[in-house]
């Protein structure tokens, strides 16, 4: 059951995740886009951290929409409007419905996510993290196996989104970084007790 208080625990462990391994996601960014994924997310995850901090929320809706305005306005690079539309997305699904599921919840944020970059399953992108999670949850099957799965299979992809699709062939043999980052928010759900498969 989706609630205001493991929301916001599920972000404050995301954005520990995103402090935490920024060097690693820029890494990642570094051999296929141009660097700075992890800092740029690290950026945002200071700016939600506070912003979470000032203030109290009574709507869930209020909650995923903060969170949506702060990625967008604090993050830089794709990744920002990305993760802004997801949870934009997450929060208008949750103003019409207050008995909205994990599962049309993480819909409404993967299909905000497919709008804004227009991305499809295997061209390497943060999309292909999210399609199998939203998938799993529906199916109640959702592991931390099936989520680090999901981002070790973008390994073997060639991109043909986004700027690693300059690389072309090169880009094989490169996990996505967005795939990554992507598969923190879903382990911090986990962890948070969000999903109850």
Same mark, same amino acid.
């Given at each position: 059951? +989706?609630? /205001? ?26 051999? /296929?886009?141009?660097?700075? @994924? ?16 000032? &203030? ?10 903060? /969170? ?13 409007? +990305? ?10 699904? !949750? ?10 919840? +993480? ?32 199916? &109640? !099957?959702?592991?931390?196996?099936? /989520? ?18 300059? +690389? ?5 043999? @490169? ?7 992507? !598969? ?14």
């Amino acid at each position: 059951m +989706l609630s /205001i208080e493991n929301v916001t625990k599920w972000m404050d462990l995301f954005i520990e995740q995103l402090q935490e391994n920024k060097v690693y996601l820029s890494e990642l960014d570094t051999a /296929i886009g141009d660097g700075d @994924h992890g800092n740029n997310l690290a950026r945002g995850a200071a700016a939600l951290k506070e912003k979470l901090a000032d &203030n109290e929320y009574e709507a869930l809706t209020d909650l995923l929409k903060d /969170i949506g305005m702060v990625f967008v306005s604090k993050i830089g690079g794709a990744s920002g409007p +990305l993760y802004g539309s997801a949870f934009i997305s997450m929060a208008k699904a !949750s103003k019409d419905n207050d008995e909205l599921d994990l599962a049309e919840l +993480l819909e409404a944020g993967l299909d905000g996510i497919q709008k804004r970059g227009k991305a499809v399953a295997g061209e390497k992108t943060m999309v292909d993290e999210w399609i199998p999670v939203v998938d799993a949850v529906k199916e &109640n !099957s959702l592991t931390t196996e099936i /989520i680090e799965e999901a981002a070790a299979k973008t390994e073997q992809m060639k991109a043909t989104k986004g700027r690693a699709s300059y +690389l072309g062939d090169r880009s094989v043999g @490169h996990l996505d970084p967005g795939a990554m980052s992507s !598969s923190y928010l879903f382990k911090t759900m986990l962890e948070a007790g969000v999903y109850n498969g």
